[in-house]
């Protein structure tokens, strides 16, 4: 029996892409894919570490391709996907390009601006609210960033312990 698959999870396979990215050049797991009429407009990961630049998150970079692509920035008509809940500065740039809807992966309950922390989306002074769906492919996305994080753990463990046996080494000689 074929398992019918959702269009959220379609598009949200397209975001985990982008995240697998961001992990193979050791950033923070995040993929995010802005969808226009069933296309994608916009693709983006998590860069921040690789360009030195603190704005190098996923949704800037795929708000940024989107509107170049559709010529405004206004993305009215859009569905962003994201495999993690938007920080602050996300979710501020997401209500700013008016994107009516967000489809999120997991949650992050240390940095998130999507019903975690706050909720920037869906703030009734704001000139724009976002409708949020929450938990597609949660389990997913929230593996990769389990696993990435317990291998930077390790790494920096083992990388400490290098250190201290060259220190320990140059005292001895």
């Given amino acids: 029996m074929a398992v019918i698959q959702s269009v959220q999870e379609k598009y949200m396979k397209e975001a985990l ?3 697998k ?3 193979a050049l050791g950033e923070v797991p995040i993929g995010c894919v802005i969808v226009h009429k069933g296309v994608i407009i916009g693709r983006g990961y998590n860069r921040r570490n690789t360009d030195k630049n603190t704005l190098s998150h996923a949704e ?3 708000i940024n391709k989107a509107s170049k692509k559709i010529g405004d920035w206004r993305l ?3 569905t962003l996907y994201v495999t993690l809940e938007p920080c602050q500065m996300c979710a501020g740039a997401i209500v700013q390009a008016r994107i009516p809807e967000v489809v999120m992966g997991c949650m992050n309950p240390k940095a998130g601006c999507a019903g975690s ?3 920037i989306l869906d703030m009734p002074r704001f000139n724009h609210q976002v409708a949020v769906t929450r938990g597609v492919l949660e389990q ?6 389990k696993t ?5 753990r390790e790494r920096n463990k083992l990388e400490k312990e290098k250190k201290k046996r060259l220190e320990e080494e140059t005292v001895n000689m």
């Fill in 148 to 152: 990435f994080f317990a291998e930077l």
């Fill in 17 to 19: 892409k982008q995240a």
């Fill in 76 to 78: 009215e008509e859009c």
């Fill in 140 to 145: 997913e996305c929230s593996e990769m960033l």
């Fill in 21 to 23: 990215k961001a992990y």
């Fill in 60 to 62: 800037i970079t795929a």
């Fill in 117 to 119: 922390i706050l909720n």
